[in-house]
């Protein structure tokens, strides 16, 4: 059964810092792109960083220069640092672990409140 398990949200002060991470099982983790989305109120998920199975990122315009995706294949775990925090970034982050269109799962979600 494959799992992802978020966790790291939290509320915050516009400018400051959370990290997220995702917890992956049930797969082969390394040879899975990694990503995270997320979903504002009355808002499109969208994604916001990604990780491919051999480390290329890429990131919305949005949190470019202020968020860092990671992977540690060792761990099984992607990771999201945020920092320079927005009200704007507000939303439920999820987890997603991607191979296939069939291949394709998402995790429970996280929280993250940015208060101005």
């Known amino acids: 059964q494959v799992q992802l398990v978020e966790s790291g949200g939290g509320l915050v002060q516009a400018g400051g810092s959370l990290r997220l991470s995702c917890a992956a099982s049930?797969?082969?983790?390394?040879?899975?792109?990694m990503g995270w989305y997320r979903q504002a109120p009355g808002k499109q998920r969208e994604l916001v960083a990604a990780?491919?199975?051999?480390?290329?990122?890429n990131y919305a315009d949005s949190v470019k220069g202020r968020f860092t995706i990671s992977r540690d294949n060792a761990k099984n775990t992607v990771y999201l640092q945020m920092n320079s925090l927005k009200p704007e970034d507000t939303a439920v982050y999820y987890c997603?672990?991607?191979?296939?269109?069939?291949?394709?799962?998402w995790g429970q979600g996280t929280q993250v409140t940015v208060s101005s």
């Open positions: 990780i491919s199975s051999s480390g290329s990122t």
């Open positions: 997603n672990a991607r191979l296939s269109v069939s291949s394709d799962y």
């Open positions: 049930g797969i082969t983790f390394s040879i899975y792109a």
